[in-house]
């Protein structure tokens, strides 16, 4: 069984910030994109950042400069850094990776359970 799974979500002030961890386990031969999405109460999921399996990535512009998504192909990790946190970005945030499981090189949609991120003073 492949399986994605998050952490590092926690309660933090304004300002604060904070390093949120998914990782991929189990039967895997590759990973390709991965990618942070969040959800706020009431409002729809919407993706964060993303990062290929090379180190290319892209942010969405609400987060750009204060977050950063980076990747350890060797854990089958992707991480996501906040800096400089505000209210706004309280939500669930939930990785998604592309995973090519083995041994059939079947390509899998994962999603993580989700950790939550509380922004508040």
């Known amino acids: 069984q492949v399986q994605l799974v998050e952490s590092g979500g926690n309660l933090v002030q304004p300002g604060g910030s904070l390093r949120l961890s998914c990782v991929a386990s189990?039967?895997?031969?590759?990973?390709?994109?991965m990618r942070w999405y969040r959800q706020a109460p009431g409002k729809q999921r919407e993706l964060v950042a993303s990062?290929?399996?090379?180190?290319?990535?892209i942010s969405e512009d609400s987060v750009k400069g204060r977050f950063t998504i980076s990747r350890d192909n060797a854990k089958n990790t992707v991480y996501l850094q906040m800096n400089s946190l505000k209210p706004e970005d309280t939500a669930v945030y939930l990785c998604?990776?592309?995973?090519?499981?083995?041994?059939?090189?079947?390509?899998?949609?994962?999603w993580g359970q989700g950790t939550l991120v509380t922004v508040s003073s």
């Open positions: 998604s990776a592309e995973v090519l499981r083995s041994p059939d090189s079947r390509l899998l949609v994962l």
């Open positions: 189990g039967s895997i031969f590759s990973i390709n994109v």
């Open positions: 990062i290929t399996s090379g180190g290319l990535s």
